[in-house]
């Protein structure tokens, strides 16, 4: 999309001039340019690329942390008071799953149907 190939590294994404990207017509993609043009190019002098991890908020490592990744994309919510009634070591998955929709009253009865 941007003119740039999958192994290509960032150095070479750029040349004396600055950034080398495509013009693309899409919105976001209009958007990630706009962005990265704002970043200024590497130069030989700051070293070789290395991919950086993002660990917690602008922390970045060279190390890759799943815990850290998944702490980052997950979304956290409060504890339910039902949590330990429908969510225990022996319950039968099909039947916890039932009484988690009957909990958030997402379960499809005839009232809802109706509606």
């Known amino acids: 999309m941007l003119g740039i190939g999958q192994t290509t ?4 994404a750029t040349d004396a001039q600055g950034w080398k990207l495509r013009k ?3 919105r976001v993609m209009q958007q990630i340019i706009e962005k ?3 970043i200024p190019p ?3 002098e700051a070293g070789r690329d290395r991919p950086l991890w993002k660990q917690n908020q602008g922390q970045y490592e060279e190390k890759f942390a799943s815990k850290a990744t998944w702490e980052q994309l997950r979304s956290t919510h409060d504890v339910v008071e039902w949590f330990s009634i429908v969510w225990f070591p022996q319950a039968l998955p099909r039947q916890a799953f039932i009484t988690w929709l009957v909990c958030r009253n997402r379960l499809d009865t005839g009232d809802r149907i109706r509606q």
């Open 36 to 38: 990265t043009k704002c």
């Open 42 to 44: 590497p130069s030989p």
């Open 9 to 12: 590294k960032v150095a070479n």
């Open 24 to 26: 693309c017509c899409g």
